[in-house]
């Protein structure tokens, strides 16, 4: 009776304990990212981030963030663009040995809209542009129309952001 009793418990919690280990519920999901380009370069056209002062490429992106602040992402070939305005000795490369993750939220603030940008912690970059950032954010009790940023880890300017480009 013990045996079917504890048997009975375990199905009984298997989906809470499924539910806890799955985190948050997904708020968005990318397949690619947009790398600092023309008005963007060195503009805080969104949401107040600073582009870097040169232009960027994306070889590919991907992520998520959750309702419990778990965001993920892995870029790949995140480099100088290989256009006249970059540096001969910096294009297709990557000078920062770290990239951190911004994600940026509105939020409603009485009958006005306000922005909340938290940036997460340094992961290691290759010089390649490839990083895996892994981390939790401590999201705002609302985040709307949230934009994700991959920034330099030494300054506080944007890299790439969730988009694309035709």
């Avoid at 048997?7 to 947009?34: D, E, K, N, R, S």
């Avoid at 008005?39 to 963030?65: H, M, Y």
């Avoid at 940026?104 to 895996?132: H, Q, W, Y």
Wanted: proline residues 7%.
């Amino acid at each position: 009776m013990r045996k079917t009793l504890m048997i009975g418990l375990m199905i009984t919690l298997l989906p809470v304990t499924f539910a806890h280990a799955a985190g948050g519920t997904q708020i968005i999901g990318f397949g690619t990212m947009y790398g600092v380009d023309g008005p963007f370069v060195d503009s805080t056209f969104i949401r107040g981030v600073r582009g870097d002062e040169l232009p960027w490429e994306v070889g590919s992106a991907k992520g998520s963030l959750a309702s419990d602040g778990h965001l993920r992402i892995s870029v790949r070939g995140l480099v100088f663009a290989n256009v006249p305005s970059v540096p001969p000795e910096l294009r297709g490369i990557n000078d920062e040995t770290q990239f951190r993750a911004l994600v940026s939220c509105l939020i409603e603030n009485g009958k006005k809209i306000g922005t909340v940008n938290i940036t997460s912690p340094g992961f290691p970059a290759t010089r390649s542009g490839d990083s895996d950032i892994d981390t939790f954010v401590a999201l705002p009790e609302q985040c709307v129309a949230p934009i994700i940023f991959v920034m330099s880890g030494s300054e506080d300017k944007w890299f790439a952001v969730t988009g694309a480009e035709p």
